[in-house]
Structures are given as C-alpha cells and as structure tokens.
C-alpha cells in the first residue's frame, strides 16, 4: 500500500503565497519522480512541476517565475511554493509520484487525493 497526502491548500487573496506539501508513506522501495498537477473546473488535468530524484525539474510555463518545487528525499516529500498566486491558479492541486514498491517491478504512478487552492479576493 502506497498512500500520497497533501496538505497547505486554502483560501489566498491575489498575490499571496501558499506552499503545498505532499508526503509518501507505506511500502516503498524509491521514488523517482514527483509532482505536481492540478485540475481546474470544466478543464483536464495538467502539469504544474515536476522533479526527480536528481532534483532536475520543469515547470508549466504558465507558473514560471512564481513557484519553486523541491523535495526531501529522506522524507519523502514534495513541496510546490507558490507565490504571486493569481485566479487562474484556483484548482484541486494533485501530487503524483513514480514509486518503486518492494513487490513490484519498475516504477508506478500514485495520486494523492487532491487539496483545494482557491485563490480570490
């Protein structure tokens, strides 16, 4: 069993700063990847960042500039700072992660079960 919580999500005015967190926890063997993508209403899913186990990352081109992923390995944890927040960035924000498990070959993709980033004056 694998298990992807998030946390940091709320309520933030135009310009404020919010900072996601998503821990992995249960039988886990090595994570490569981990992320962040978020879903707004009426709209798919997409990528917001991305970081390996190597700590290179991408970013949508939309959150250049204004969030920063990083990740503690020995925590197996993932972070999204997210400053200069605007309206459009209002979604269900999802972690994902490629987890090796101990049972399982390669690595798999798990999602968190979202946390709500509403962004509004």
């Known amino acids: 069993q694998v298990q992807l919580v998030e946390s940091g999500g709320g309520l933030v005015q135009p310009g404020g700063s919010l900072r996601l967190s998503c821990a992995a926890s249960?039988?886990?063997?090595?994570?490569?990847?981990m992320g962040w993508y978020r879903q707004a209403p009426g709209k798919q899913r997409e990528l917001v960042a991305t970081i390996t186990s190597g700590s290179s990352t991408n970013y949508a081109d939309s959150v250049k500039g204004r969030f920063t992923i990083s990740r503690d390995n020995a925590k197996n944890t993932v972070y999204l700072q997210m400053n200069s927040l605007k309206p459009a960035d209002t979604a269900v924000y999802y972690c994902?992660?490629?987890?090796?498990?101990?049972?399982?070959?390669?690595?798999?993709?798990?999602w968190g079960q979202g946390t709500q980033v509403t962004v509004s004056s």
């Open positions: 994902n992660a490629q987890i090796r498990r101990p049972t399982e070959l390669g690595y798999g993709n798990y």
């Open positions: 249960g039988s886990i063997f090595s994570i490569y990847a």
